[in-house]
């Protein structure tokens, strides 16, 4: 199992796809943070694994230790292409992490605003709170962040 986790973060798709076609059943598999192979593929912007670990059944809404999603993994470390292959294979867009936190509320946190952008185009609630009770667009004034300010006005 670590060997997979290992191959993932160092962006070795074939060993990945030798290691899950001898044990498929480790595509949804958790290391000792919480984290799935696809958790640690989009983490570490391993887009091609991640693509492959999808077209494996991986489950686009497992959550590691903390509640996070791929999704909102990407949101925060701000990898615009894995924020939309996700969004196009069903990601939840409004899925809430243990601190109450969606994906929107992490691209207002982290300044990210072509995800936000993408993130509303595709459906996303901008009217959720998070466990402090505030929203994206909060967020977005906490950072003093006027594009992304905008944006949840609109």
Known sequence: ?????????NGNLQ??????AK???????KDGRGSSPLILATYYNQGDIAAFLLSQGADINQKDGAGNTPLM?????????LAEMLIENEADLNEKN???AT?????????????ARVLLNNGADKSIRDARGNTALDHAKLKEAPELIELFIE
Request: hydrophobic residues 45%; proline residues 2%; contains cysteine.
């Open 103 to 115: 994906a929107l509320i992490y691209a207002a946190m982290f300044g990210k605003y072509e995800i």
């Open 1 to 9: 199992m670590g060997d997979l986790f290992e191959n993932i973060r």
């Open 98 to 100: 243990t601190m109450g």
């Open 23 to 29: 044990t498929p059943g480790f595509v949804n598999i």
């Open 73 to 81: 993994g990407v949101c925060f470390k701000g990898y615009k292409e």
């Open 15 to 20: 060993q990945v796809q030798e290691i899950l």
